[in-house]
């Protein structure tokens, strides 16, 4: 319903859905309408440049992209060569190409030589790391920046983490990190959709 209705026809990013999906990606991206949101997020908070921790195959990164809108700018960081082979191909056939640059190595190590602000983060990474890249999206940004954590809910795992699962745990720690941090502050939605029980984290830089 709400894809058919609200969505609509969106060839470039079903597309890129299609061939991550085709190359064997996993189906972890947002949803449809999650990546709507995410650029209207852009769009409200007139976001001119955007940071993406986790690029899988770049669905994502298209509403991003977008959200910036022509002359903006969208860095989004992959670890894994065969995502980035995939994602870079969806850039290129998006159109969207030209917004985006794509650092193709461990996360935190492009995180370290990245400088300038961004206006918004998204991670949606490794979630053991949770912590430690909301801290680097921090000394990217400015006060009234956004960062946005995907799957802070993970079906109601995170409560009650299984032992050895290092995922929920991380994303616990991230609960822990932004509680009555000095500089955040936070809120999570949780959302029910085509991509399960989930939820993402939102946090406005106050300082
Ligand atoms: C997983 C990771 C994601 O970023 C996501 O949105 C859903 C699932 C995972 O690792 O299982
Ligand atoms: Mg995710």
């Not at 409200?44 to 921790?53: M, N, P, Q, Y």
């Not at 993970?154 to 509680?179: C, F, M, Q, W």
Request: with cysteine; aromatic share 6%.
């Amino acid at each position: 319903m709400i894809e058919s209705t609200l969505l609509g026809e969106d060839e470039a990013t079903a597309q890129a859905a299609r061939h991550s999906a085709a190359s064997g990606l996993p189906d972890i991206a947002v949803s449809p309408a999650q990546g709507r949101f995410l650029q209207m997020v852009c769009e409200l908070i007139g976001a001119r440049r955007v940071l993406e921790i986790g690029t899988l195959g770049g669905y994502s990164t298209l509403f991003l992209a977008r959200g910036v809108g022509v002359g903006g700018e969208v860095v989004t960081l992959e670890a894994k060569k065969t995502y980035a082979k995939v994602a870079q191909e969806n850039f290129d056939a998006s159109g969207l190409g030209d917004r985006i640059t794509m650092h193709i190595r461990a996360a935190l190590k492009s995180l370290a030589d990245l400088d300038g602000v961004f206006d918004l983060t998204f991670i949606d990474a490794d979630k053991p790391n949770n912590v430690n890249y909301v801290e680097h999206a921090l000394c990217l940004s400015r006060p009234g920046s956004l960062i946005i954590v995907d799957n802070v809910v993970r079906e109601g795992n995170i409560l009650d983490p299984a032992e050895g699962d290092e995922s929920a745990k991380g994303t616990r720690a991230l609960y822990e990190h932004v509680k009555d941090h000095p500089r955040l502050e936070a809120t999570a939605l949780q959302t029910v959709g085509a991509k399960g029980w989930d939820g993402m984290m939102f946090l406005r830089v106050k300082s």
